[in-house]
């Protein structure tokens, strides 16, 4: 057994941290979160220009990595810093480019020349009801797509949608050019910053990508995988701040770290957080399994991390006391990425009900 | 046993119900119910519709104004009010002051203060916390040195809620440094518009501006704005915090907020289904209603002994924490029905007039701040881990 993450990576994190302590300080990531896009451009470029986009994919289509540990490394490092960007959304929409073997596409969204985004849940109305499954029809080179599809990341900012919907013989994953006709934006910020879209698609002109479904959920564990990584990254910058703060804050005359109320509390988040950092580490280590048990241990790890994630942001902000609610404090934003991420790719109840049926499956 | 109210009680409910129906505009109700921004003039015409019908300050004895009604009486209207989706009134003049006064104050402080509580005059807040004195109050360093007719005020307090709307802050003031802590504080009100008090807001981590830093530089106060004693102080601060506790937990605002958790359960779709039939979402629902259904029995009966003539100085922290807990788990439930939508926050919705298509459930965009919101909940009024300590010293002796 080895945990180490090895020398490669281990290069390609220092790299990426020693860029977004750089590039992505606290500052720069108020003026993101306050620009039209949600994150900042030039950053991202720059970051393309170091190679870490191209760590999320494989040789065979231009990157040089694409395990899922290379893609639990950089999620870390992004929620270590925090900064808003379409990380997911390129990693998502780029494992179905990867899928499609769609070098071109794929080689300027690594490049950062492109912005590609992953459109796959319905939209949701106002009264609560949910969009239909999108369609498409065609054949060949020539498709088009119809339906409505809610939250996707940085859907502004993007110039390509990879778009799921049903061909009539099951779910594709189809490219869209967001400037083609057809194509509706609603753009929006996002709690936590950053920003994410409503797309209607009305007959909007669309090449297949691949009409494997099992392609589609290839993308999503990677992208359950990333989310757990940068889940447990957030938890543990919001365990060393509270550490810290429990160290230096006294009332009483004493720091508040002396209570040993706060010890004992404390310490289950600790201990929480190291079963969290296991489940992170479970599904990238069973990724390559089959479909079922990979699923499995994605679906562990979102709930886990849904879990512990209420519990480190709650108990953060609680041990901090007023100073926690405050905005001008990095740590309360560390609380709300993490609480929100418990709401992508779906909430900590959904991945529970989906690891029981795929235990009885199995 | 018999857990009905009284005749009497349903007869007052009653009454309470026809009131809110007919006086309660349209427009506030709304607001509160969709969780827009109150801004000061909707506070201050819902306290003036209250005035008017003689209810605002119905804790208050009758000579002041106020209503001579029983314990039961106000649990009833706090329920009452907050299941129509009535602004909450604005406890600091009313229900935190204006006590002190009655009880500590001279006549004239009361003459001169309580009808302009009432009348809407004079806005208040209160300037108990510190950035170095939380928790432990009692540490408290803004000070206020005797000059004449005057004390010299110096040092900043923090947290000080809808302060940037306040005319005049009660404030907590070191006025000795012998003896034990306690003993060196005196309780003193302070007109914000004294030369030498800067008020600046403090960003909360949803982005809303409700708290505020005060700073004091050599800012004058008349000797006659004490309050009781000088040194005094700390025993009418916790007479403040020990004094208004009927609605401490909360039960009427989580009656609401349950019923809107329902029937967002209901309408929201997950799977094919309706959300209140996922099984593991209907178990945190089930749960919740039990909690709440509990509370507020124990409520019931903490009123009771009240009416008694029991001071439920324990009590009360357990209802803080159970209280507040309930809310904060109604919030999270809320946030867990959006889903992903949970995540998309258009701040100008919060105010009045927007007229923007809503992103995704028309309930969804608040609800996330909403959360993060409350969390103040278990921080302020005593920490819940600062009220687990009164419990554990107050009633089981440890
Ligand atoms: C939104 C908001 C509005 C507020 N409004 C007002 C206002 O209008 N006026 C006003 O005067 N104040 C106000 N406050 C201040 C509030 O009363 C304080 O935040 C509270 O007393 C806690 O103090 P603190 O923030 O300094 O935290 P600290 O006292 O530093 O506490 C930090 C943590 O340590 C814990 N802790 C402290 N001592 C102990 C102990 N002995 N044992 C175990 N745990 C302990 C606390 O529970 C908390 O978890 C407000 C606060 C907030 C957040």
Redesign the pocket.
């Known amino acids: 057994m080895d945990f180490s993450i090895g020398e490669d990576r281990q290069m390609l994190v220092d790299t990426l941290s020693r860029y977004l302590a750089d590039k992505a300080d606290w500052k720069a990531r108020e003026a993101a979160i306050e620009s039209d896009t949600g994150f900042d451009k030039a950053m991202w470029q720059g970051m393309a220009e170091l190679g870490i986009l191209g760590a999320l994919f494989g040789e065979e289509v231009g990157g040089f990595g694409g395990s899922p540990f290379d893609i639990g490394v950089v999620f870390g490092e992004v929620g270590k810093a925090l900064p808003p960007g379409p990380f997911l959304a390129t990693l998502m929409a780029g494992k179905l480019l990867e899928a499609a073997g769609d070098a071109e596409t794929l080689g300027n969204v690594i490049a950062g020349a492109s912005i590609a985004t992953f459109a796959h849940e319905p939209a949701v109305s106002a009264d609560g009801s949910v969009a239909p499954q999108a369609s498409a029809s065609g054949s060949g080179d020539s498709w088009t797509v119809s339906g409505a599809k809610g939250v996707v990341d940085y859907l502004g900012s993007a110039d390509v949608v990879v778009v799921t919907a049903d061909t009539g013989n099951g779910l594709a994953a189809f490219l869209v050019e967001t400037g083609a006709s057809g194509v509706e934006i609603r753009d929006y910020p996002l709690v936590d910053g950053g920003a994410a879209g409503e797309l209607t698609l009305s007959d909007a002109p669309a090449r297949l990508l691949t009409d494997d479904a099992s392609a589609i959920d290839t993308a999503i564990a990677a992208g359950l995988v990333a989310t757990a990584w940068e889940a447990a990254a957030v938890m543990e910058v919001l365990r060393d701040e509270t550490l810290e703060?429990?160290r230096t804050?006294k009332?009483?005359g004493i720091p508040?770290g002396k209570?040993?109320?706060?010890q004992h509390r404390m310490a289950t988040v600790a201990l929480e957080i190291e079963q969290a950092r296991s489940a992170a580490i479970n599904a990238a280590a069973n990724f390559g399994k089959d479909a079922a048990t990979r699923d499995r241990f994605c679906s562990a790890a979102k709930y886990t991390v849904g879990k512990v994630g209420r519990l480190a942001a709650e108990e953060a902000i609680?041990?901090?006391?007023?100073?926690?609610?405050t905005w001008e404090l990095p740590l309360s934003h560390y609380a709300k990425r993490l609480t929100m991420l418990g709401h992508v790719l779906g909430e900590e109840d959904e991945h529970l009900a989906r690891f029981i049926e795929l235990s009885m499956a199995a | 046993m018999n857990l009905d109210f009284t005749p009497e009680d349903e007869a007052f409910r009653e009454e309470v119900r026809v009131f809110l129906k007919e006086k309660l505009p349209k427009r506030l109700s709304d607001k509160v119910r969709t969780g827009q921004h109150l801004g000061k003039a909707d506070m201050e015409e819902w306290h003036a519709i209250l005035n008017e019908r003689g209810w605002l300050a119905n804790h208050w004895p009758k000579e002041w104004g106020g209503t001579g009604w029983s314990v039961m009486q106000r649990f009833i209207f706090e329920t009452e009010t907050a299941i129509a989706h009535a602004p909450r009134v604005v406890p600091?003049g009313l229900s935190m002051l204006a006590p002190v006064l009655i009880k500590y104050g001279t006549e004239e402080q009361c003459r001169h203060y309580l009808p302009r509580i009432l009348d809407g005059t004079d806005w208040w807040?209160?300037?108990?916390?510190?950035?170095?004195?939380?928790?432990?109050?009692a540490s408290l360093k803004t000070q206020a040195v005797r000059d004449g007719d005057h004390y010299i005020v110096n040092g900043q307090?923090?947290?000080?809620?809808?302060?940037q709307h306040a005319d005049w802050i009660f404030c907590?003031v070191r006025t000795s440094n012998e003896g034990k802590r306690q003993e060196g504080i005196s309780f003193l009100l302070i007109d914000m518009k004294t030369p030498g008090i800067e008020v600046r807001p403090i960003k909360?981590l949803d982005g809303d501006h409700?708290?505020n830093e005060v700073f004091f530089t050599d800012v004058k106060v008349p000797v006659t704005n004490l309050v009781g004693e000088e040194n005094k102080g700390w025993t009418y601060a916790k007479y403040l915090l020990t004094y208004e506790r009927t609605n401490i937990a909360g039960v009427g605002s989580s009656m609401a907020m349950l019923d809107r958790l329902k029937e967002v359960a209901r309408t929201t779709m997950r799977g094919g289904k309706p959300l209140i039939e996922d099984p593991l979402y209907a178990a945190r629902l089930a749960k919740l209603e039990i909690d709440l259904e509990n509370m507020k029995t124990t409520n019931l009966r903490v009123l009771d002994a009240a009416g008694a003539g029991h001071a439920p100085v324990a009590e009360s922290s357990m209802l803080k924490i159970r209280g507040t807990e309930i809310r904060q788990e109604i919030n999270d439930l809320m946030r867990r029905a959006a889903g992903r939508y949970a995540q998309p926050f258009i701040a100008e919705a919060l105010d009045e007039g927007f007229n923007g298509e809503p992103v995704g459930p028309e309930w969804a965009n608040p609800i996330a701040s909403e959360y993060f919101?409350n969390?103040?909940l278990s921080?302020?009024?005593?920490?819940?881990?600062?009220q687990?300590?009164i419990i554990t010293k107050a009633v089981l002796g440890l």
């Open positions: 703060y429990l804050r009332q009483f508040i209570f040993q109320a706060l609680q041990m901090h006391g007023g100073i926690g609610m | 600091f807040c209160q300037g108990y916390s510190e950035p170095g004195a939380g928790s432990d109050l307090k923090t947290w000080t809620t809808l302060g907590l909360l409700e708290v919101n969390r103040k921080i302020f009024g005593g920490s819940n881990e600062v687990r300590e």
